[in-house]
């Protein structure tokens, strides 16, 4: 029997809606709650989370399951199945959800509406880890369609103008790719012969023949549209308006998680459901590739420019997405290694760097990079985890983001000599060292003038660590900033894991 697998999934939604329900009945003006009642409800909330997430990775890492929940139409079922995609995805979001849940514990007690948050908060991680059981291209779009509904109240959270706009742009960016990429399922519903995820592919292209051109078009559009949600321009202007208003443990697993539902509408869509060779060679991955190489150096540029931090690293998310996205677009196996290997290594580093700079707006009241001069002296602990995933991220060995971006290089040079597409033979690879080099311009201007402020009085106040975050918080970030290392350090488990995922692709 495979139903246990619903656990998982239905155990954080149900009690997700349970919370927001006695969240409205006790609490309606979302007013402070008791030392008690946050005390049993961190205490549901941490039994429900941790118990969802173990059930979770047990389901993808004990073998390949399917369930067929019911039927939206004849021939067309909601259906889960489990596969090696499943695997890292289920596996890297369930990581990333327990650590902001437990940050979120003590971040939120200062914000307010606790019920209603982690009410939110459990009902999302049940929806994605719904999406990421997903058999089929319209269970997909139920469950896509679904995160972004349950989603966009954490945006809100705060409830200030700044906050609705953030939200309304989220839903709006959101709601029309969802849309681009529903347009593309009508066609290909009539073209595949089924739209149940199968390696390579199940376009007919007998069938397919005399439509390639609308078919073309279609998977543009799609593509496109399941870009919006990964922030590819040029739908993505909704990342720095929801970031910075958002709570830092939302942000987290915003830029950390949600965001790669696109990437995995994406590779669904390309890989199990058109098939690579499809598209390959042809205007589609040509255009595919520019937009992701603009919105590569576009977002890295914008992020330099930026003084608000969350500001500034949801721009980097704009950017650092769209390595992933190139590597897909590229489709080779190489390009494609390193697209997998960063999606888990993005999703780690900047759950990172979101929740230490909510740790900088909590304790020291700092939302501005100017104003974090000297923070190292205050938090050092902080700054260390902040700096040891922003090395990460640039791709400066050892750190994890050196290996998915040297697989990003050496894909982009094997994909431009195979499709023999000219200019992006040395384009891809320059684009992205100029954007490895704007993100250590941006990073790292915070830990250097953190760690060294200078002589300017002002600086030298305070004792060492004084204004740290309780362990709750520190711990998260701690074990986040950790794999960063880690995984770059003993990168060969999880990169062979991968390429043998990708060669049943190809």
């Not at 929940?69 to 021939?75: D, G, P, R, T, W």
């Not at 939110?120 to 896509?144: E, P, R």
């Not at 199940?202 to 397919?208: E, F, V």
């Amino acid at each position: 029997m495979n139903s246990w697998i619903l656990i998982p999934v239905f155990l954080p939604v149900i009690s997700g809606i349970f919370l927001l329900m006695a969240a409205f009945r006790k609490h309606p003006e979302n007013v402070q709650i008791s030392a008690g009642e946050r005390h049993r409800l961190h205490l549901i909330v941490g039994t429900v989370l941790l118990i969802s997430a173990v059930l979770a990775v047990a389901a993808v890492w004990t073998g390949e399951k399917s369930l067929t929940l019911f039927y939206l139409m004849e021939e067309i079922p909601i259906y889960f199945h489990i596969d090696g995609i499943s695997r890292i995805f289920v596996t890297f979001t369930s990581i990333v959800w327990v650590c902001a849940g437990s940050y979120g514990f003590i971040y939120i007690q200062h914000e307010g509406k606790e019920t209603g948050f982690f009410g939110f908060f459990l009902l999302v991680y049940g929806v994605v880890i719904a999406l990421d059981f997903s058999g089929n291209l319209v269970t997909l779009y139920f469950f896509y369609e679904l995160m972004t509904l349950t989603s966009a109240p954490m945006v809100l959270h705060h409830g200030s103008k700044g906050a609705m706009i953030g939200t309304l742009k989220y839903l709006f960016y959101s709601l029309c790719g969802a849309y681009m990429g529903l347009f593309g399922i009508f066609f290909l519903y009539r073209y595949c012969d089924t739209l149940t995820f199968t390696s390579g592919g199940t376009l007919n292209l007998t069938a397919a023949q005399d439509h390639r051109t609308i078919l073309l078009i279609a998977v543009f559009v799609m593509l496109v549209g399941f870009g919006a949600k990964a922030g590819m321009f040029p739908l993505h202007s909704w990342l720095p308006a929801a970031h910075p208003v958002a709570p830092s443990p939302i942000s987290a697993v915003f830029s950390g998680i949600l965001v790669k539902g696109g990437v995995l509408a994406t590779i669904r869509t390309v890989y199990y459901i058109v098939g690579p060779d499809f598209i390959r060679g042809t205007w589609v991955q040509t255009a595919w590739i520019i937009l992701t190489l603009l919105t590569i150096f576009m977002g890295s540029m914008m992020a330099y420019r930026e003084p608000v931090l969350k500001r500034r690293l949801a721009y980097s998310t704009v950017s650092q997405v769209s390595y992933i996205l190139f590597g897909l677009a590229l489709l080779n196996p190489t390009g494609m290694t390193g697209a997998l290997l960063h999606t888990v290594f993005h999703a780690l580093i900047k759950a990172t760097l979101f929740l230490s700079a909510g740790v900088f707006i909590l304790e020291g009241d700092k939302s501005r990079v100017d104003e974090l001069t000297g923070i190292g002296k205050r938090m050092p602990k902080t700054l260390w985890c902040y700096t040891f995933a922003s090395l990460a991220l640039i791709g400066i060995p050892p750190a994890s983001g050196f290996i998915s971006k040297w697989y990003l290089a050496q894909g982009a040079l094997q994909g431009v000599q195979q499709a023999k597409f000219g200019v992006f033979r040395w384009l891809g690879p320059i684009v992205l060292l100029i954007s490895a080099l704007l993100t250590a311009g941006y990073l790292l201007p915070v830990t250097m003038k953190g760690f060294l402020p200078g002589k300017d009085p002002r600086y030298q106040q305070g004792t060492p660590g004084d204004e740290e975050p309780p362990g709750f918080m520190l711990v998260p970030m701690a074990i986040l900033a950790a794999l960063t290392f880690i995984f770059g350090i003993f990168p060969n488990p999880l990169t062979k894991y991968i390429v043998q995922l990708v060669s049943g692709l190809m």
